[in-house]
């Protein structure tokens, strides 16, 4: 039995979301997986993730290991004799949502561990891995848990939750994990310190560009796509979540012919996103490879 939490990518709404303003997102067809195997002889409950070098107890004092205890008190599941072990096809603290992917496949795991049949409510899920994210994260809108669940193509919204899009058409888009370390909690705490509120131009602006991108995306207009995220790394920088290697990837994106270009998720490191004719893809991941970002593509939507 497999447990998955799909990493995911904000195309546009990062950071406003956290105010209240819509975001539009997508689950990557990649995330991090964990079979729960049973140690019948007793033992801790334990973690492997070799992808990411984790193997801890819950027990241990290491970040993973506080996200993994405080999931299974969500649960109240107590400390089961259980090695949980994973795998990742996503990079940690990249921006691509890979705590939120964690978090949901460790609560499927102990949820499948204690009911192998039962029928997993979404509800559920969301608080366990929402008590990790609290960990990590600080202030979470709740949007990466939401797409780690649910995959698909989504609006989040704090105060509503997930809006799942259906017939969205399918859409390549071009990832560059610029390997550059970043917390997301810093990044919260920095718009924070240059927006104050919800009243800030800026984040009102990303939260419209949010409405136009979307119905963009629905109309397969990716010009009208591009020029929003290309509008939103602007206001994104202006906040102070860019940085010089973010912008130059983006820039280098353009001009290798992108309809569009910005950074994803929390900034300040982690990874960029950009859409471009399919004709001018290798030339974008040509470009992010000369600065030694080993980019790829990832098919969000279904039609
Ligand atoms: O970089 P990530 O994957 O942690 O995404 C963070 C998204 C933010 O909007 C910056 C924060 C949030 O909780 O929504």
């Not at 920095?190 to 984040?203: G, I, P, Q």
């Amino acid at each position: 039995m497999t447990c998955v939490g799909y990493g995911k990518i904000i195309l546009l709404g990062e950071h406003a979301v956290v105010y209240g303003y819509p975001a539009l997102a997508a689950a990557l067809d990649r995330g991090v997986i964990i079979a729960p195997v049973a140690t019948p002889a007793g033992g801790p409950l334990r973690l492997e993730l070799r992808a990411w070098g984790v193997a801890i107890t819950a027990e241990d004092d290491h970040p993973v290991a506080r996200s993994l205890a405080a999931i299974a008190d969500a649960l109240g599941a107590g400390r089961p004799p259980l090695s949980l072990i994973g795998d990742a096809q996503i990079p940690p603290a990249a921006g691509l949502g890979s705590s939120a992917a964690i978090a949901v496949a460790i609560a499927r795991a102990l949820l499948a561990y204690r009911q192998p049949e039962g029928a997993v409510d979404p509800a559920v899920l969301g608080h366990a891995a929402g008590a990790s994210e609290i960990l990590v994260h600080g202030r979470p809108s709740g949007v990466d848990v939401a797409l780690a669940i649910a995959g698909g193509v989504g609006v989040f919204r704090r105060a509503s939750g997930l809006l799942p899009l259906a017939g969205v058409p399918a859409l390549r888009v071009l990832v560059g994990p610029s390997g550059a370390p970043r917390s997301t909690a810093a990044m919260v705490a920095k718009v924070a310190e240059n927006a104050h509120d919800d009243s800030d131009e800026r984040l009102r602006e990303l939260g419209s560009l949010t409405d136009t991108g979307t119905s963009a995306l629905l109309a397969k207009d990716l010009t009208g796509l591009g020029h929003a995220m290309d509008r939103a790394h602007t206001l994104l920088a202006d906040l102070g979540v860019a940085t010089p290697l973010l912008d130059s990837l983006c820039s280098s994106a353009r001009k290798a012919g992108a309809y569009g270009a910005k950074l994803t998720g929390a900034g300040g490191g982690g990874a960029v996103i950009a859409i471009a004719p399919r004709d001018k893809e290798a030339a974008v991941l040509a470009a992010w490879r000369a600065a030694k970002v080993e980019g790829f593509v990832a098919t969000i939507g279904t039609r």
